[in-house]
């Protein structure tokens, strides 16, 4: 066993006094382009990233419940199977103990269990930690009571922890780039299938490097725009009255006389098709138009779709003129840009964004790198 993997088991026997039954790896994701357009039935392009959940977990005979997590603050929950149901009772939670009565509820278990969580994931920055999380605990649960869950199944069960038990209204995305992500591969999102295909994404052969610069700047879905914007999407797919504004054309985009949902629309209209553009360009080698496409992307959820900040926008520009594509990702108003440039920008690329920030007087970003795309959701032990 590798020494990560050993020293986690190590430290979930140290805490319970046995070795774990179930041990699962829950990468985080980061979408490469296609933000906006999965509650809309569209098209994405997400990575799974080196960056994860790690769930060591036990059932045990009575009915409590202990999970210890070594991030989120060192949050720990205690709790018995009695105090699941009173709680459920109570939506929207939050913080560790939402996701574990959501996930307890959800699936019914009836009972207790020790479990140890670890992340080398960043929280609230855009990557889904959240969804990581949920699927981590799902896993690990399903995996113990014997009811493995299909691929399908547990993206929407995902879905639903996040929906249902913390009342944040996020879409397919996280989840299925999560369940299908594949080493080497970018996943084709088709959020109306609720589908995700791998396709090669092999940008180091090509001696590119992919960045992730967490800009320090937290947001959380249920506190931003995003249900404004999923409420003006609808409103603009009922006034066209088709099924999502994955159907819509450039024509309907001008039959649109608010410039608000026309500006939404268009957005998303040409955002599906960059997604397909990019794939195009990745599998050709253009790693030019790939850069461009990413620029362009911010652009419109800059522009049209209004969920980026200044913080963002410089850092996508800063970026710019150093030739290197980038956007933000994920939901905006604040989180992470993904930036695609050369394997030996990394000192470059930190040291103008520190002198960037400094001079702005903001927090200092964090920048971290994805070599290569990772494993999905898998099982470890
Ligand atoms: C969040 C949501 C996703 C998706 C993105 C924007 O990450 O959870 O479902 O809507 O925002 O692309």
Redesign the pocket.
């Known amino acids: 066993m590798p020494v990560r993997e050993k020293t986690f088991v190590n430290h979930f026997a140290q805490l319970f006094g046995e070795s774990p039954q179930s041990v699962w790896e829950s990468p985080g994701r980061v979408?490469l382009i296609g933000?906006?357009?999965?509650?809309q039935g569209g098209f994405?392009l997400p990575i799974a990233v080196p960056y994860s959940t790690w769930i060591a977990a036990r059932l045990r005979p009575d009915e409590e419940i202990h999970v210890y997590s070594d991030y989120l603050h060192d949050q720990r929950v205690d709790l018995s199977l009695n105090a699941v149901s009173q709680l459920a009772k109570n939506k929207p939670l939050s913080g560790l103990l939402g996701f574990v009565v959501g996930v307890w509820d959800l699936l019914g278990v009836n009972t207790g269990a020790n479990i140890l969580l670890m992340s080398t994931l960043p929280v609230a920055s855009?990557l889904?930690s959240s969804a990581s999380l949920s699927l981590a605990l799902l896993a690990a649960l399903s995996d113990l009571t014997e009811h493995p869950y299909d691929a399908k199944t547990l993206i929407r069960l995902a879905r639903q922890v996040e929906n249902v038990y913390l009342g944040v209204e996020?879409?397919?995305?996280?989840p299925l780039a999560i369940v299908r992500g594949q080493r080497d591969c970018a996943i084709f999102v088709d959020a109306l299938a609720e589908e995700g295909q791998p396709v090669a994404f092999h940008y180091a052969q090509a001696g590119k490097l992919l960045f992730i610069i967490d800009t320090r700047t937290p947001r959380t879905?249920a506190g931003s725009g995003?249900h404004e914007r999923v409420k003006e999407t609808q409103r603009a797919q009922d006034i066209l009255g088709i099924p999502c504004l994955r159907f819509a054309s450039a024509h309907d985009i001008d039959q649109l006389t608010d410039p608000v949902l026309q500006a939404r629309t268009r957005h998303i209209v040409r955002e599906n098709q960059r997604v397909q553009s990019t794939i195009a360009a990745a599998e050709r080698g253009d790693w030019n138009q790939v850069n461009q496409l990413l620029w362009d992307s911010h652009q419109s959820l800059s522009r049209d779709f209004m969920v980026s900040t200044p913080v963002l926008d410089e850092t996508v520009a800063w970026l710019q003129d150093m030739g290197v594509g980038a956007r933000m990702t994920?939901?905006g108003f604040g989180g992470s840009v993904v930036a695609l440039g050369d394997s030996d920008q990394y000192t470059a690329i930190e040291s103008v964004l520190t002198r960037r920030y400094r001079e702005q007087r903001w927090t200092l970003p964090r920048v971290l790198t994805v070599p290569r795309p990772a494993d999905g959701l898998h099982k470890v032990l």
Not at 35 to 39: A, M, V
Not at 170 to 174: P, Y
């Open positions: 979408n933000d906006h357009t999965d509650y994405a855009g889904s996020s879409g397919i995305l996280d879905l995003y994920g939901a």
